[in-house]
């Protein structure tokens, strides 16, 4: 059930899932500033930029390192849930 709940083992699920999210949330921001850059631009209003391309991408990857972590984290938080609940369950 779940991945094995070694130290070691949630900190490389948990960091692997916030790179993943880093991945997928700085493709969206490459595709999204192709689409509509200037929107991106509206971000940063204080300074003007040629191509905000390099903004979307980091707030892309910034969110998908958070949204990323945080998911790993909720599914630890999960896991150790559901195994307090079955031995609870077990010993009555």
């Known amino acids: 059930m779940g991945i ?3 130290a070691g ?3 490389a699920f948990v960091t ?5 999210g ?3 949330g700085g493709t969206f921001g490459y595709v999204a500033s192709r689409l509509s850059p200037d929107f991106f631009a509206n971000f940063v ?3 003007v930029f040629k191509d905000p391309q390099g903004v979307a991408i980091v707030l892309g990857s910034f969110g998908g390192v958070v949204c990323g972590g945080l998911l790993g ?3 630890v ?3 150790i849930v559901g195994m307090w609940l079955s031995r609870r369950h077990e010993q009555t």
């Not at 692997?16 to 993943?20: S, V």
């Open 22 to 24: 880093m991945a997928l």
């Open 45 to 47: 209003s204080w300074t």
């Open 16 to 20: 692997l899932t916030a790179l993943f």
């Open 77 to 79: 938080a999960v896991q």
């Open 9 to 11: 083992s949630v900190v």
């Open 4 to 6: 094995p709940l070694t």
């Open 73 to 75: 984290g909720f599914a």
